[in-house]
């Protein structure tokens, strides 16, 4: 079993930013890959950014690239993800996910953490 806690959400300006993070707990040596995904209102959940454990090597969709960074600390069992420069779109509720696949998702969620962006 693999708890996620994800923490860091809240209200921001647009072009504003926010960095979340997603600390890991128990089996946590069974993942090898996090991501992180967002729900907005009305919508399908999404694919926003993963990671690897072992090389840091990172994926992101293309509403975020060059404005979100994911990043781990291995140490630490912990996954961030650095916004800049949001928008109002990027208005949701950020879940972690561990063991996704490319950018379908594995089992484990966190509880959420919103993110909302004012104009």
């Known amino acids: 079993q693999v708890q996620l806690v994800e923490s860091g959400g809240g209200l921001v300006q647009a072009g504003g930013s926010l960095r979340l993070s997603c600390a890991v707990s128990?089996?946590?040596?069974?993942?090898?890959?996090m991501a992180w995904f967002r729900q907005a209102p009305g919508k399908e959940r999404e694919f926003v950014a993963g990671?690897?454990?072992?090389?840091?090597?990172?994926t992101y969709a293309d509403s975020v690239k060059g404005r979100f960074t994911i990043s781990r600390d291995a140490y630490k069992n912990t996954v961030y993800l650095q916004m800049n420069s949001l928008k109002v779109e990027d208005t949701a509720v950020y879940y972690c996910?561990?063991?996704?696949?490319?950018?379908?998702?594995?089992?484990?969620w966190g509880q959420g953490t919103q993110v909302t962006v004012s104009s």
């Open positions: 990671i690897t454990w072992r090389s840091g090597t990172t």
């Open positions: 996910n561990a063991d996704p696949k490319r950018e379908t998702p594995g089992d484990y």
């Open positions: 128990g089996r946590t040596y069974s993942s090898n890959t």
